[in-house]
């Protein structure tokens, strides 16, 4: 079945970048994608790229996909105290809409 | 811009009582998720409606059970409660033909 795991910490400072990893199992990924939970709140959909691209960015946030290695990283620019939650990695497999997702990263930005 | 609505956002019950979850999701969403978290957990898949049909099946335990209404609202029915189904539920919607899934702000069960 499908298995999708991350580190489970990251520590950075204020205006540092941040990078985030997951690997994924499932070759037939369609979609990836990245949520943001702060706590005691629900899932924010961050951005999500489709499995034909290498690369997307949205502003501050830039997501890298190695297909071959089922590798996907997000980067964010200039973290802010704000950006402290945990991130989620999630994956959508070929003919499925139910999202796999992994076990979180919980990322932490010291002032 | 309106976003999915779930109520209760807290609800606490007893073993061996029933809990009914309510989904709204975000309007001419056509397709409704639900997904269980546990304390500490990533979350977990449960159940899906496409037009008011299951579209999909993960791990929903069969004392659950849901549907989807003429008016795409949701609901997730649980009967006799364990301990172990405290955890958060969320209720996701998108479109169909989309590729974004939108999370509601979940319900956080408790039983006692």
């Known amino acids: 079945g499908e298995d999708v795991e991350q580190s489970l910490f990251l520590s950075v400072r204020e205006g540092d970048s941040s990078v985030i990893n997951c690997t994924y199992t499932?070759?037939?990924?369609?979609?990836l994608y990245w949520y943001k939970q702060e706590p005691g709140a629900g899932l924010q959909l961050l951005t999500y790229i489709f499995s034909n691209m290498d690369m997307k960015q949205d502003q501050r946030l830039t997501v890298l996909l190695n297909k071959k290695d089922k590798h996907l990283s997000l980067r964010i620019a200039d973290t802010q105290t704000g950006d402290s939650a945990i991130y989620f990695c999630a994956e959508r497999g070929t003919g499925r809409r139910a999202l796999t997702f992994g076990s979180g990263t919980r990322l932490q930005v010291q002032p | 811009a309106a976003g999915v609505i779930q109520s209760p956002r807290h609800l606490i019950k007893e073993k061996r009582e029933t809990a009914t979850l309510k989904c709204y999701p975000i309007p001419r969403h056509d397709t409704v998720y639900w997904y269980q978290q546990g304390p500490g957990q990533d979350p977990q898949f449960l159940i899906s409606?496409?037009?008011?049909?299951?579209?999909d099946k993960g791990s929903i335990p069969d004392r659950f059970s849901a549907q989807q209404f003429s008016d795409y609202h949701s609901e997730l029915n649980m009967s006799s409660l364990e301990l172990g189904d405290s955890a958060l539920y969320f209720c996701?919607?998108?479109?169909?033909?989309?590729?974004?899934?939108?999370f509601g702000p979940g319900t956080r069960l408790t039983v006692l």
């Open positions: 499932d070759s037939s990924s369609t979609y």
């Open positions: 996701a919607s998108s479109l169909e033909s989309g590729n974004e899934q939108f």
């Open positions: 409606f496409y037009e008011k049909m299951q579209s």
